[in-house]
């Protein structure tokens, strides 16, 4: 991506900008939580340096009403939904997976909005990893795939916790997002 527009901003500025934002918009919402003054600008770099020239795009599943399930993140993490992808179009995965993907919002889309404590959620998030694997495999290692914010999934199904490597304290799951 090249140069950054300004020698203090690092080289994907619209990206940085995104983060200051949400880090600073309601930062209990925020997977990177209260930074200190100087944090933001420590873990921007780790992302600049580890994550943006490892990968062509970053994905996260999610479901939400009437969507495909996967989405286009700006980075690891980030509480931004982003665009939503047409896996075909956009990812070019197999019609079988994206039958799978069409079947599990299917699930999502049945319930009743809003009332999500009536449902036992157990299964449909076991199918939600489970898809998120098969999504790894298909696109491969130049895509960063997420079920769950800073926790990628890796080729070979297992994961791993960018919060560590971030210098980021855990989060329980019940305050993380998707």
Known sequence: MGEPAHSDWPSHKREWESFLFEIGDHPEWSQFGNLSELEPRRVWAVI???????????????????????????????????????PAQHLGISIALQERFRSWQDVYNSHEPGAYDKYDWKPFDAEELELTRALKREVGNEVYVECHALQEVLMGGTTRNWRPILGLPEVSRRSSIR
Do not use: C, H, T
């Open 48 to 86: 600049e340096e580890k994550l943006f020239p490892a990968y062509r795009m970053f994905v996260r599943v999610w479901p939400e009403w009437y969507s495909s399930g996967i989405w286009q993140i700006p980075f690891p993490g980030s509480r931004f939904a982003g665009w939503n992808l047409d």
